[in-house]
Antibody, heavy 113, light 112 residues
């Protein structure tokens, strides 16, 4: 069955780079796009970006200068890297299939010194 | 970027009551391919979002048919015909017609 699972550090210091991994099963990254969505504590959802089956990407305008999404199709993994982290980047980070039909449970990331 | 405005921000309902949530877009969500990529999600407390409706009015597999979606262009509505306790949470509309994709601000459905 289709599954997605996020992994990464729970705590990142300000100004450093966040690296998250989304490991998928039950579908091919060459056929389906994967999105990243984040949610600050007590707030709404924010779309971060997508990597399509052909490897093309689109990003949130506000995050574009700091954000990179890539993948390793052989390992069924999608990667998110965001640099120069600030306290306002503290959030739950989710990966999901592009059609919003399957989601991971999310990983909480806290930005603090 | 497309702005999605959801109203109301909070909705209080009794079990069995029918309710509607509005989602208005700052520009038409009709794609050049003829599809309108407007989706509705429900996020229960402590859970990831769940897809309810896609392409404005198509019910996701396994979602009860008390949920329905309608609309076109810039105005969309999610209706719940007979709220049940399991429907409580925050509802989001999200558009994937125009990059970057964007979410509405959410509507919290509470028990009255």
């Amino acid at each position: 069955q289709v599954q997605l699972k996020e992994s990464g550090p729970g705590l990142v210091k300000p100004s450093l780079t966040l690296s998250l991994t989304c490991t998928v099963s039950g579908f091919s990254l060459s056929s389906y796009g994967v999105i990243w969505v984040r949610q600050p504590p007590g707030k709404g959802l924010e779309w971060m970006g997508v990597i399509w089956g052909n490897g093309n990407t689109n990003y949130n305008s506000a995050l574009k200068s700091r954000l990179s999404i890539s993948r390793d199709t052989s390992k069924s993994q999608v990667f998110l890297k965001m640099n120069n982290l600030q306290t306002e980047d503290t959030a739950m980070y989710f990966c999901a299939r592009w059609a919003f039909d399957y989601w991971g449970q999310g990983v909480m990331v806290t930005v603090s010194s | 970027d497309v702005v999605l405005t959801q109203t109301p921000p909070t909705l209080s309902a009794t079990i069995g009551q029918s309710v509607s949530i509005s989602c208005r877009s700052s520009q038409s969500l009709l794609h050049s391919n003829g599809n309108t990529y407007l989706n509705w999600l429900l996020q229960r407390p402590g859970q990831p979002p769940q897809l309810l409706i896609y392409l404005v009015s198509r019910l996701e597999s396994g979602v009860p048919n008390r949920f329905s979606g309608s609309g076109s262009g810039t105005d969309f509505t999610l209706k719940i015909s007979g709220v049940e306790a399991e429907d409580l949470g925050v509802y989001y509309c999200v558009q994937s017609t125009h990059a970057p994709w964007t979410f509405g601000g959410g509507t919290k459905l509470e028990l009255k």
